[in-house]
């Protein structure tokens, strides 16, 4: 998990424990002092004070939400030779052809996002039943991560690969 993104739940977590405890409070009958303080506090409290206090928790919890939002790599990716350009698109579909074609592998899926300092690279792999998972992961990164790699050097890439096997249940004629 990135930093950003466990910055970002830490928050929300926090918040959420804190509007728990208080509905915890709001409807137990001991606590009800401190629910009719609160309530009496916030009615003498300015009124612009508590619509700016109001707007900035919105504010706040939209700039976290708008943060948990992927970003998709460039279009054009920089090589690290000067003028020359790779199309994000032909990364994906390279990557995508050479892990269909590693033994057991049924289906492959590529994602791409990130920046231009670093890059998520997600595959989603469908393998045979009949493959063992290690001998698969083995053979994408060292033949087809091997190579797409190098093409990405002045960026760090970090891979995150899935594994699901297809169900075997028979598939219905219409």
């Given at each position: ?7 970002n ?5 926090l918040t ?18 401190i ?5 009496r ?15 900035a ?84 990164s060292?033949?087809?991560l091997a190579?797409?790699t190098?093409?990405l050097?002045p ?15 028979s598939?219905?004629?219409?």
């Amino acid at each position: 998990m990135s930093d950003r993104t466990a910055a970002n739940r830490t928050v929300l977590a926090l918040t959420g424990l804190a509007l728990l405890t208080a509905g915890i409070a709001a409807t137990r009958q001991a606590d009800d002092r401190i629910v009719t303080a609160a309530v009496r506090h916030l009615q003498q409290a300015d009124h612009r004070l508590l619509l700016a206090a109001g707007c900035a928790g919105l504010a706040a919890a939209l700039a976290l939400l708008a943060a948990q939002i992927p970003r998709p790599a460039p279009r054009r990716l920089d090589l690290s030779a000067p003028g020359c350009r790779l199309d994000r698109r032909a990364v994906r579909h390279a990557t995508q052809v050479g892990c269909a074609a590693v033994p057991g592998v049924l289906r492959a899926r590529c994602r791409l996002t990130g920046n231009r300092r670093t890059m998520q690279m997600s595959l989603t792999l469908t393998v045979d039943s009949t493959a063992h998972p290690g001998d698969v992961l083995t053979a994408v990164s060292d033949s087809v991560l091997a190579q797409i790699t190098p093409l990405l050097t002045p960026r760090r890439l970090h891979t995150r690969i899935r594994l699901r096997v297809p169900s075997p249940r028979s598939r219905r004629a219409l």
